[in-house]
């Protein structure tokens, strides 16, 4: 079953102390299975954990996730617990996707190295696993010691909150994917290939004896609503200027941009790749590209695509 998120993706100088919560309500009005956050630290964004427990306040029925934290950033044992609060408050309705994270200036802040941030992202996920079980934890690897630690409250959800990685440019991050994770989110440009990135990570779970079917398929994508196609590239583009410092792709060829009824055919487009769920960041800061979307693009989506049952 196909299903979409919406991504919160404004800095915080385009909006006001109310937007979070308003964004968060209309999301589970439209009838979106999520709501998701970014996370970047060297940037104007707002604390996307925070963000999640504003929209839990405020919502019932959609999921709550981030696409993606920058994991290697994070201290296992205060994330392991920041997200289980969260999963508790949420009753139970986290998704933690996890990034490597490709930016130096993030690391340099958190006093982490960059180097080998694959492998610390491999070994957080692990342990925070093990934390999230509210039993004792012990663990000496390469990145981190506990000894005999507990860290309360358990996660609502059982075993725990499913763990979903973006990435997959490489194939020792394919394998990463296939071995940890309970979803795989593909980035925007790579939405077209995943057809053929797809098989790759099945192939890999199936060797480490894990049943790929378990792994849920989904995307990243960028839109802005409008009738005037060139002012919503424009809208689009400034956001890929402001975030990324240029643009790196086609627009138009990439994202969804443009009238609703084009943006519902894409995105019919981006479902028939094989993915599960669709997560769009809506570049526009304003509130009635919900109800564009609602009124213009829901009713083109193909069956199914909208659920926050």
């Known amino acids: 079953m196909s299903q979409i998120g919406f991504s919160f993706v404004n800095p915080a100088p385009q909006i006001d102390s109310m937007y979070v919560a308003n964004f968060a309500r209309r999301c589970e009005e439209v009838g979106a299975h999520s709501f998701w956050v970014l996370d970047r630290i060297v940037y104007d964004n707002l604390e996307p954990l ?6 839990a306040a405020v919502t019932t029925k959609i ?47 958190a006093h ?83 057809a053929s990135i797809w098989p790759k990570i099945e192939n890999f779970a199936q060797g480490m004896g894990r049943n790929p079917t378990h792994i849920e398929k989904a995307g990243l994508t960028f839109m802005a609503l409008d009738d005037n196609r060139a002012r919503a590239v424009e809208a689009c583009a400034a956001y890929l200027k402001r975030y990324y410092g240029s643009v790196r792709v086609d ?5 969804l941009v443009g009238s609703p009824e084009s943006c519902a055919e894409k995105i019919n487009a981006f479902l028939k790749c094989g993915l599960n769920t669709l997560i769009i960041g809506l570049v526009v800061p304003e509130l009635k590209q919900f109800d564009l979307f609602a009124q213009r693009t829901r009713p083109l989506i193909q069956p199914n695509a909208m659920t926050n049952s």
Not at 50 to 55: D, E, P
């Open 50 to 55: 925070t963000v999640l427990a504003t929209a």
């Open 63 to 109: 999921r709550l996730g981030t696409s993606v934290l920058l994991a290697p950033t994070r201290q296992p044992a205060i994330l392991a617990k920041t997200t289980a609060t969260l999963d508790f408050l949420s009753g139970g309705r986290l998704i933690l996707g996890i990034g490597i994270g490709s930016r130096e200036p993030d690391f340099a802040a």
């Open 112 to 194: 982490v190295p960059f180097e080998h941030r694959g492998s610390r992202a491999a070994e957080t996920i692990q342990l925070i696993k093990k934390l999230w079980t509210g039993t004792p934890v012990s663990h000496e690897e390469k990145f981190f010691r506990l000894n005999s630690l507990t860290v309360g409250p358990k996660p609502v959800q059982s075993p725990h909150p499913p763990i979903w990685m973006g990435g997959g440019g490489t194939e020792v991050a394919l394998k990463r994917i296939a071995r940890l994770s309970d979803g795989f989110i593909c980035g925007s440009s790579a939405i077209p290939n995943f």
């Open 251 to 255: 627009i138009e060829k990439t994202y």
